[in-house]
Nanobody, 121 residues
Framework: QVQLVERGGGLVQAGGSLTLSCAAS????????MAWFRQAPGKEREIVAG???????TYYADSVKGRFTISRDAKNMVYLQMNSLKPEDTAVYYC???????????????WGQGTQVTVSS
C-alpha cells in the first residue's frame, strides 16, 4: 500500500511559478514509478510528467516540456516544479504511483487527493 498526499497548489499569475510536492508513505516507495496528472473542468485526466523509481527516466507531456520539472528524492518525496505557468495549466493536480512507468492513467494503483492550481491571466 502507498498513501500519497499532495501539497503546494494555489493561485498564481500567468508567467509565475509553483512547486507541488507529494509525500508517499509505505515501505516500498522506491519500487514505484511516480507521476503527476491533472484534470481541468470538463476534461479528462491527463498525464503531466512521470519519473522512474530511481529517477533515471522522466517523461513530460508536450504541453509542459521545458516549463515543468519532475524530481524525487530517495526518501519519500516527489516534486513538480512548474515555471512559466499559463492559464491553460489551471487544473487539479494529482500525484500517482504504479510499479510500471506508463502514461495510461488507468494503470495507476495509487492516487493522492489532488491539489488545485489556478493560473490567472
Amino acid at each position: 500500500q502507498v498513501q500519497l498526499v499532495e501539497r503546494g497548489g494555489g493561485l498564481v499569475q500567468a508567467g509565475g511559478s509553483l512547486t507541488l510536492s507529494c509525500a508517499a508513505s509505505g515501505r516500498t516507495y522506491n519500487v514505484y514509478s511516480m507521476a503527476w496528472f491533472r484534470q481541468a473542468p470538463g476534461k479528462e485526466r491527463e498525464i503531466v510528467a512521470g519519473i522512474s523509481p530511481f529517477g533515471g527516466t522522466t517523461y513530460y507531456a508536450d504541453s509542459v516540456k521545458g516549463r515543468f520539472t519532475i524530481s524525487r528524492d530517495a526518501k519519500n518525496m516527489v516534486y513538480l516544479q512548474m515555471n512559466s505557468l499559463k492559464p491553460e495549466d489551471t487544473a487539479v493536480y494529482y500525484c500517482a504511483a504504479d510499479r510500471r512507468m506508463t502514461i495510461d492513467r488507468n494503470a495507476y494503483d495509487y492516487w493522492g487527493q489532488g491539489t488545485q492550481v489556478t493560473v490567472s491571466s
